[in-house]
C-alpha cells in the first residue's frame, strides 16, 4: 500500500526508513540508490508503495521534509530558550 516514510539513517549504502503505516512505525531498509538523489539524506519525507515488504516506487516530497526540517529547529530554538535551572541553595 501507500505510506509516508522518513529517512531516518544512511547506514552502508542503505537508507533506513521510518514507515508510518496507519499509524503503526516499523523501519524498512531499502538500497539508497532505490530513492531518488535529492531525497538521500536524513530526514527526508517520501511517499512510498509497499509490496510484499518491498519498496516499489518511493516519490521524494521535498514540502513535508522542508516543513519537518522547520519543525524540527522550532523545536530545538524553544528548548535552547529555556532559562538556565538554578538551585534553590545557590547564592550569588
Known amino acids: ?10 547506514e552502508e549504502a542503505n537508507a533506513i526508513l ?3 503505516a496507519d499509524g503503526d512505525l516499523y523501519e524498512l531498509v531499502v538500497a539508497e540508490e532505490r530513492l ?6 536524513g530526514d527526508a519525507v517520501f511517499e512510498v508503495m509497499i509490496q510484499d ?5 518511493a516519490t521524494y516530497n521535498s514540502e ?3 516543513e519537518r526540517q522547520n519543525t524540527s529547529q522550532e523545536r530545538f530554538d524553544r528548548l ?12 550569588e
Open 80 to 91: 535552547s530558550d529555556r532559562p538556565p535551572h538554578t538551585d534553590e541553595g545557590d547564592s
Open 36 to 41: 531518488p538523489a535529492t531525497g538521500r539524506h
Open 1 to 10: 500500500g501507500e505510506h509516508t516514510a522518513v529517512v531516518d539513517r544512511i
Open 64 to 66: 513535508a521534509t522542508t
Open 53 to 57: 515488504g518491498d519498496v516499489v516506487t
Open 18 to 20: 521510518e514507515v508510518n
